[in-house]
Antibody
Framework: QVQLQESGPGLVKPSGTLTLTCSVS????????WSWIRQPPGKGLEWIGY???????KYNPSLKGRVTISVDTSKNQFSLKLSSVTAADTAVYFC????????????WGQGTQVAVSS | EIQMTQSPFSLSASIGDRVTITCRAS??????LNWYQQKPGKAPKVLIY???RLQSGVPSRFSGSGSGTDFTLTISGLQPEDFATYYC????????FGGGTKVEIK
């Protein structure tokens, strides 16, 4: 059974960089696409971007170049960096696997709350 | 970027009701349409993928239909555990979610 676990600071200062890591267990990261998805308080889901194990990435254009997703296959992990954060980036951040048929999101982490505040 | 428009934003229904949620894509997405259920404080879980295929373990009262740009999720015989928020998702060109539909108890 594939499991994903997010880790990283729960509080980031405005204008700083949010950094999260997702550790994958129960399966190899060297297959499928791996996503970051976020959910602001009381709002819907927003896809941030995904990465293939080769390093190929795609990002949500609405995040305007602030996002970098990287992968470390030796550790079976992938990471998110979001720069120049503001209060609008406060959200629960999920890591997930796009492993279903037609690329559905079949495995999710439990989510980690990140607040942007001074 | 493909936009996904989901309706209604929320609905109230009773146990046993038939519930329908719709999702419209801004362009054709073939069969790359998936539905998710999310309960408070939890990660979403996939219910239906590829428009109409039921994820393993999901009750048969959930069904999906549609093609091209217009899609529907139907719950036939609402159960207490079905009160949740539902999202559509296109995976045709990167990923986009609909805005969500909250299903509440009437």
């Amino acid at each position: 059974q594939v499991q994903l676990q997010e880790s990283g600071p729960g509080l980031v200062k405005p204008s700083g960089t949010l950094t999260l890591t997702c550790s994958v267990s129960g399966g190899s990261i060297s297959t499928y696409y791996w996503s970051w998805i976020r959910q602001p308080p009381g709002k819907g889901l927003e896809w941030i971007g995904y990465i293939y194990y080769t390093g190929t990435t795609k990002y949500n254009p609405s995040l305007k170049g602030r996002v970098t997703i990287s992968v470390d296959t030796s550790k079976n992990q992938f990471s998110l960096k979001l720069s120049s954060v503001t209060a609008a980036d406060t959200a629960v951040y999920f890591c997930a696997r796009e492993g279903g048929p037609v690329g559905s999101t079949d495995y999710w982490g439990q989510g980690t709350q990140v607040a942007v505040s001074s | 970027e493909i936009q996904m428009t989901q309706s209604p934003f929320s609905l109230s229904a009773s146990i046993g009701d038939r519930v329908t949620i719709t999702c419209r894509a801004s362009q054709s997405i073939s069969n790359y349409l998936n539905w998710y259920q999310q309960k408070p404080g939890k990660a979403p879980k996939v219910l239906i993928y590829a428009v109409s295929r039921l994820q393993s373990g999901v009750p048969s009262r959930f069904s999906g239909s549609g093609s091209g740009t217009d899609f529907t999720l139907t719950i036939s015989g609402l159960q207490p555990e079905d009160f949740a928020t539902y999202y559509c998702q296109q995976s045709y060109n990167t990923i986009t979610f609909g805005g969500g539909t909250k299903v509440e108890i009437k």
